[in-house]
């Protein structure tokens, strides 16, 4: 085991693209075994973590995501950049399953021996983002890459859960598709460090341009999350590479603004203990969810509640209590 861990640390510190697959395979693995030795991995991994520039991008459906990843990829390549991505794709509700097809969204960036794309399911987790995407972010950063861009199924869920693990968050928006300001919730603005109106070419660049003003507006009524930054609004467009630069020096002031104020290292902060405490949130579900006698008891509890036979409050008191021992499973009948 402790062999194994050596080369899987020392692959990836000298950037061992196989290594890296390998491992995030590892930390994706739902069996104990191998979440320890992604742990044991991990920890030593930390010290050679935390100097990549973290990119949250997210957007309405259709806007083009991964169109724009590409064309944002291959521009920071080209400036010698090593750039990571991790593409969540949306599980199915039904089955779990996952298209998983970012890769071939991205074919240019996908071959560029300088980008590494790891496609993720969400496994249906909340904010669209997968279940192990903090852990897979810093295997990234200890490998080499120094800007990591995390791809969301941007479905209008709990899009704070991919803020919380970036250090900048941008916002694609899609001109010409309807009352624009109408399809996108406060928070979803009060997120945003930058909103880009993508596919602004062509015929689309008079309601590309409507559209900005529009965001532009409603982004002033809005108090800035940061004393530090005001988010702007450009146009962009990922088929013909425009605005792309622009963007990217925004992230780049953006990250400089918020190093010389001292905000970035207190995210940081901020992030790391959110996320200890959504590994023990996660922690207790799955011990839940093992116990000996919750899983005897659940179905006929479940079966009660259903019926009307048990109130839902009583139930899950019951259900939290079998943890500590309290009482004995079906006491309750």
Not at 258 to 281: D, F, I, P
């Amino acid at each position: 085991m402790t062999s194994a861990i050596e080369t899987s640390v020392s692959g990836l510190l000298s950037g061992d693209r196989r290594i890296l697959a390998k491992t995030i395979t590892l930390i994706e693995s739902s069996l104990m075994c191998h979440q320890d030795t992604a742990q044991a991995i991990m920890e030593r991994l930390l010290p050679h973590t935390g100097n990549a520039i973290r990119l949250g991008i997210t957007g309405v459906p259709g806007v083009g995501k991964s169109s724009f990843i590409e064309s944002l990829g291959m521009t920071l390549v080209e400036k010698g950049r090593r750039v990571a991505v991790l593409a969540v794709d949306p599980s199915s509700i039904r089955s779990g399953g996952s298209i998983l097809a970012d890769k071939t969204r991205m074919e240019r960036l996908s071959t560029d021996g300088r980008a590494f794309i790891r496609p993720s399911p969400s496994g249906g987790t909340l904010g669209g983002v997968a279940r192990k995407t903090r852990e897979s972010m810093l295997v990234c950063e200890a490998a080499g890459f120094d800007v990591i861009i995390v791809e969301t199924v941007g479905i209008g869920q709990s899009e704070t859960t991919v803020a919380s693990m970036v250090d900048f968050f941008l916002v694609l928006m899609l001109a010409g598709a309807g009352d624009e300001l109408q399809g996108i919730k406060k928070g979803f603005l009060e997120l945003a460090d930058a909103l880009a109106i993508n596919k602004a070419d062509g015929d689309n660049m008079e309601r590309a341009r409507i559209a900005r003003k529009d965001y532009e507006t409603a982004l002033h009524l809005l108090r800035p999350a940061s004393p530090n930054w005001s988010p702007p609004v450009v146009m962009c467009s990922a088929k013909e590479r425009t605005g792309i630069d622009e963007i990217w020096e925004i992230v780049l002031k953006h990250r400089e603004r918020m190093t010389a104020s001292g905000e970035l290292a207190e995210r940081r902060k901020s992030q790391s203990l959110a996320w200890m405490w959504s590994l023990v949130k996660e922690g207790f579900k799955e011990r839940f969810n093992r116990h000996p006698d919750v899983q005897r008891r659940l179905p006929q509890l479940l079966r009660q509640v259903e019926n009307g036979e048990v109130p839902p409050p009583v139930a899950a008191c019951e259900l939290l209590a079998l943890l500590d021992g309290e009482i004995q499973p079906g006491s309750a009948d």
